[in-house]
């Protein structure tokens, strides 16, 4: 149940940010949103990892 809440609110949060993120990609610019972008993947795994050991941990 908690994967699909997760799952539901990174859907809806990628609906919400992608058309934000088009319109105001001049005002950020590409270099600025390809240096945020390489600290995307690690922080999703980081807690990908720490939920893990959470769900180990409690044994829910």
């Known amino acids: 149940m908690n994967v699909?809440?997760?799952i539901g609110s990174l859907v809806i949060s990628l609906?919400?940010?992608?058309p934000l993120l088009e319109r105001y990609?001049?005002?950020l610019?590409?270099?600025k949103m390809q240096k945020y972008s390489k600290?995307?993947?690690?922080l999703v795994?980081?807690?990908l990892v720490?939920?893990?050991i959470y769900m180990l941990w409690h044994g829910s």
């Open 29 to 31: 610019g590409l270099h």
């Open 50 to 52: 720490i939920k893990l």
């Open 4 to 6: 699909l809440i997760i």
């Open 39 to 42: 600290y995307i993947l690690p």
């Open 45 to 47: 795994m980081v807690s």
């Open 15 to 18: 609906l919400i940010l992608i």
């Open 25 to 27: 990609q001049e005002s």
